[in-house]
């Protein structure tokens, strides 16, 4: 079994920063892709950004020049910094991983819990 705990939601005012946190554990072979979708109220879930373990980034145009992604391969562990914020980015930021269990297992997705991020207006 595979566990992503996020952290590091909250409320800030706008123009302000956060740095999201997520860390992965359990049965864990390899992982792919890491990255982060976010959903407001009445809103489709959307990624916001995702990285690969070569480091090859992808953004939402809504929070490029904004946002960054990173990872640390050896923690298993990818950060979301967000500069800027606006009330807009207020939502619920879920973390993902693409990962293997084993080495003749195949890919699958886990989602972490989620965290509040709130920017007022």
């Known amino acids: 079994q595979v566990r992503l705990v996020e952290s590091g939601g909250g409320l800030v005012q706008a123009g302000g920063s956060l740095r999201l946190s997520c860390a992965a554990s359990?049965?864990?072979?390899?992982?792919?892709?890491m990255g982060w979708h976010r959903q407001a109220p009445g809103k489709q879930r959307e990624l916001v950004a995702s990285?690969?373990?070569?480091?090859?980034?992808n953004y939402a145009d809504s929070v490029k020049g904004r946002f960054t992604i990173s990872r640390d391969n050896a923690k298993n562990t990818v950060y979301l910094q967000m500069n800027s914020l606006k009330p807009e980015d207020t939502a619920v930021y879920y973390c993902?991983?693409?990962?293997?269990?084993?080495?003749?297992?195949?890919?699958?997705?886990?989602w972490g819990q989620g965290t509040q991020v709130t920017v007022p207006s």
């Open positions: 993902y991983s693409l990962l293997r269990s084993g080495w003749s297992e195949p890919e699958h997705v886990n």
């Open positions: 359990g049965r864990i072979f390899s992982i792919n892709v």
């Open positions: 990285i690969t373990g070569a480091g090859n980034t």
